[in-house]
């Protein structure tokens, strides 16, 4: 049982930090005077964060371990990438949720559900 709690607790991390990641993204778009509204990098944010969002929701019951290590390299990479955007457009919070989801996403890989879970052919 503390396998399993620990595999879910990564995925809950990555996907509340996506999540918090595209409220923070739709507010600095939509909302006057946070110095990004309505530019192209804020919506380009909003849509890493939606895919981060579908990718984490795609991972969670995925038991083929060939796919969980290609989603964990793409949602590494739209981290990073999100992360650094949201640098970029002095969106601290943003960031912030970031670097929350790659504590998530190294929880789910550490983890020893995981790295026990067959591999289906």
Do not use: E, K
């Amino acid at each position: 049982m503390s396998q399993s709690r620990s595999f879910r607790a990564g995925i809950i991390v990555l996907l509340v930090a996506s999540l918090a990641g595209l409220a923070i993204s739709l507010y600095a778009y939509f909302t006057p005077l946070t110095g990004v509204n309505g530019s192209l990098g804020a919506l380009a944010v909003i849509l890493s964060t939606i895919a981060l969002v579908i990718m984490t929701l795609v991972m969670a019951p995925l038991s083929c371990r060939s796919g969980r290590v290609a989603l964990r390299l793409l949602i590494l990479l739209a981290l990073v990438g999100t992360g650094f955007a949201g640098l970029l457009l002095h969106q601290w919070w943003l960031t912030a949720a970031m670097v929350v989801g790659l504590i998530g996403l190294l929880l789910d890989m550490a983890s020893p559900a995981a790295s026990t879970t067959p591999a289906h052919s």
